[in-house]
């Protein structure tokens, strides 16, 4: 009993002490950052303290501008990604599952992931234009590949027990691919997913480098050309809360879910 | 063609004695069957010619050392791997592919870990187009029947080796198969829940009269359960000896003609397994 009651006291400071340290050392940081800030090394349109890139955010999101540029890069985002989830878990599943597309495509598609995707952007601008489509292309090429590999991935490391047992109880063609296959490649298949995620944001934000229309990426832009880098890190610091916010609200329960069904340990 | 026939019949049975679950098995020949595995390292002679009839309601151990081709036969049997020669007849219809007649369970149980037990149970029946409700209703009485009531929610890996044999065992049951090919179910299970799930499958097997064919390696399990045991030979396999086990039911692994009786058949298995280089010269 008093050995029960020792332990979860253990449990519950060790998952407490990694937030109060991780507290200590981002208050230590900005501290840090102020005092660097202060010291005049630096002009302050070069290197602003963290109250003036918090009141540059706070501004640009009063004025209706930061909260546009979200949705419009977001929403770039959303379109490129599900067509690339569509793309890839088709491709993903033919390729995994057929020995000929895997020889053939599995190896184009290999050899094109190691290109990084914003590559793609001067071949899409000659395409398409300095358009929404230009940018959309940039995020599909960086999120299929690794969305199609992941898939492929599950699908090849499949027990084949599975399959067996459910050939056996009668699932055949869809009801096979949508009840047994993908699901029991889904450790893999997410594991793609995220890393296209993260491929596509990237690709994402340096291609807007470049485009006129408002967007994050093009925020950053007009901070430079403003030669206003509280606006540069403003913007920073929204894409780095975007980034973090997805992964968390979003991977986090989907990854915790399987975790907790299949009996993974982290 | 005459696989459509075999499954639709299932069908309507699984639909129609539901409620008793008293439907019998169906009787496998086995003409000819062997099996040779082509693969980078050339051929491998998996399985000897077998020929073996087995009744409806019949208890068979396939009894040998490992690798002797016996799970390869069951495969063939449940149409999931083809022969390399001869044919097997379910309940006088040739098999040409899986079917929900013919059920196989795996020594991995292979339940699915993406689904919880209830939804595991209900997964053949769903395969079949059984209603929702229905299938329910039918998953709840075979996870009773195995003696895991409460455990509807839980996930694979929170199950013991032996409550997973179980839940295979009622997902199994559920699609009310005829036959029950066991693969070394109960092989990587402790003795103690090995006897108990022993005792659970004979009861379960004296009250639906199915079809088993058993594989084993373990001669008393064999001996205990089956009601023909036949001894194999090491690779490449082929049937060496045929036992009738004619001991009444229930048996107890205590029982001293039981004992003497896996006794003769371990003899039978040694000589195999010893004899099996000279078997080899002489083909």
Aim: with cysteine.
């Amino acid at each position: 009993m008093a050995k029960a009651v020792d332990f979860s006291q253990r449990v519950s400071r060790a998952s407490f002490a990694p937030w109060l340290r991780r507290i200590l050392f981002f208050a230590a940081l900005l501290m840090l950052w102020q005092v660097i800030a202060m010291s005049g090394i630096w002009p302050d349109y070069l290197f602003p303290g963290p109250f003036a890139v918090l009141s540059a955010i706070i501004t640009g999101f009063s004025n209706g501008l930061y909260l546009q540029a979200v949705g419009v890069s977001l929403s770039r985002l959303a379109i490129g990604y599900s067509i690339s989830l569509v793309v890839g878990l088709v491709l993903g599943l033919l390729i995994g599952r057929n020995r000929i597309l895997e020889e053939t495509v599995g190896s184009l598609i290999l050899g094109l992931q190691a290109l990084p995707s914003v590559c793609w952007l001067p071949l899409a601008i000659l395409w398409f234009g300095l358009s929404e489509r230009a940018i959309i292309f940039v995020v599909i090429m960086g999120a299929l590949f690794s969305i199609t590999l992941g898939v492929d991935a599950g699908v090849k490391n499949t027990n084949p027990i599975y399959l067996k047992a459910a050939r056996n109880m009668g699932a055949r063609n869809v009801a096979l691919y949508s009840q047994v296959i993908l699901p029991a490649a889904l450790p893999a298949i997410i594991n793609g997913l995220k890393q296209g995620w993260t491929f596509a944001w990237r690709s994402l934000m340096a291609g807007e480098l470049i485009f006129f229309t408002l967007s994050l990426g093009n925020l950053l832009q007009t901070g430079r050309d403003l030669n206003d880098a509280s606006q540069v890190m403003a913007v920073m610091v929204v894409i780095i809360i975007i980034g973090v916010a997805i992964d968390v609200l979003i991977f986090g329960p989907i990854e915790r879910n399987v975790r907790d069904r299949w009996g993974l340990s982290r | 063609m005459s696989y459509q026939v075999t499954l639709s019949q299932s069908r309507n049975e699984a639909g129609s004695d539901r409620g008793s679950g008293s439907y019998g098995g169906i009787s496998l020949q086995i003409e000819n069957v062997s099996k040779v595995f082509t693969g980078r390292a050339g051929t491998v002679e998996a399985l000897r010619p077998v020929n073996l009839t087995i009744e409806a309601g019949e208890f068979v151990c396939l009894l040998g050392p490992s690798g002797c081709g016996k799970s390869t036969l069951l495969s063939i049997i449940a149409g999931l791997e083809p022969a390399t020669t001869g044919s097997v007849m379910a309940d006088g219809r040739n098999v040409q592919g899986p079917g929900t007649d013919r059920v196989l369970l795996f020594q991995e149980a292979a339940l699915f870990p993406w689904l919880d037990v209830q939804h595991n149970v209900e997964f053949g029946l769903r395969q079949l187009g059984t209603p929702a409700a229905e299938r329910r209703a039918l998953a709840r009485r075979f996870l009773e029947l195995v003696h895991l009531k409460g455990f509807e929610r839980s996930y694979v890996h929170q199950l013991s080796g032996g409550m997973r044999q179980r839940v295979a065992i009622a997902r199994a049951l559920a699609i009310n198969p005829a036959v029950l090919l066991m693969d070394e179910p109960f092989g990587a299970l402790d003795a103690l829940t090995r006897d108990r799930l022993h005792t659970e499958l004979e009861t379960i097997w004296s009250s639906t009269r199915k079809t088993v064919v058993f594989v084993t390696h373990n001669v008393r399990e064999a001996v205990a359960l089956g009601d023909r045991v036949l001894v194999f030979s090491p690779r490449p396999g082929r049937i060496v000896r045929e036992f009738r086990i004619d001991l009444p039911r229930p048996r107890s692994l205590e029982d001293h003609s039981l004992v003497d009786e896996s006794a003769e058949i371990l003899t039978v298995l040694r000589e195999a397994i010893g004899e099996h280089e000279g078997e080899d010269e002489n083909g």
